[in-house]
């Protein structure tokens, strides 16, 4: 019986040469131990973003000893959260933070984003989650006139984002 402190589940795609090369998704599942190991628990190639896809993955690594998680770490992928919470549904989400501020520095002027990543880089730096929503009040008054989807979708994704605050 495999117990891990957090599953981070994230893909990539590779060029495979099968009958022809192609681009194909590989999603890898890695655990970090209770000590701060991390170990490759598996991957998987191809496959579908979908609830049922993540479920059949998710049931994979539980059936071969991935028996307990607290806290799974996954960008936002259609039918993610869902499939882990029926597998683990004692365990917290996480949004991933990497992927988030990646996506949010895509969507801003070049001339914004050195500052944009600052206070970015001061919500998810912060070491408890009232620091972080303070420093998430920074972003929103200096950004929310000039970027008001970013900052709305930073808005709606902070609890999922801050989860990983509850741990040390």
Request: charged share 30%; glycine share 6%.
């Amino acid at each position: 019986k495999q117990r891990y402190s957090v599953l981070y589940l994230d893909g990539m795609y590779v060029k495979l040469r099968r009958d022809t090369v192609a681009n194909e998704v590989i999603y890898f599942a890695i655990g970090v131990t209770e000590e701060g190991y991390r170990e490759l628990l598996g991957f998987y190639v191809g496959g579908q973003e979908t609830a049922l896809g993540w479920q059949d993955m998710l049931q994979d690594l539980y059936q071969r000893g991935l028996k307990e998680v607290l806290l799974g770490v996954f960008d936002g992928l259609p039918g993610l959260e869902e499939a882990f919470k029926n597998i683990y549904p004692k365990a917290d989400v996480q949004r991933c933070v990497v992927h988030k501020v990646r996506n949010t520095l895509n969507r801003i002027r070049k001339k914004d984003r050195e500052q944009v990543a600052e206070d970015l880089k001061a919500i998810y730096r912060s070491f408890t989650r009232s620091q972080a929503e303070e420093q998430f009040h920074v972003f929103q008054d200096r950004w929310r006139s000039k970027y008001p989807r970013e900052v709305a979708s930073w808005e709606q994704d902070l609890p999922v984002l801050l989860t990983f605050l509850k741990y040390p």
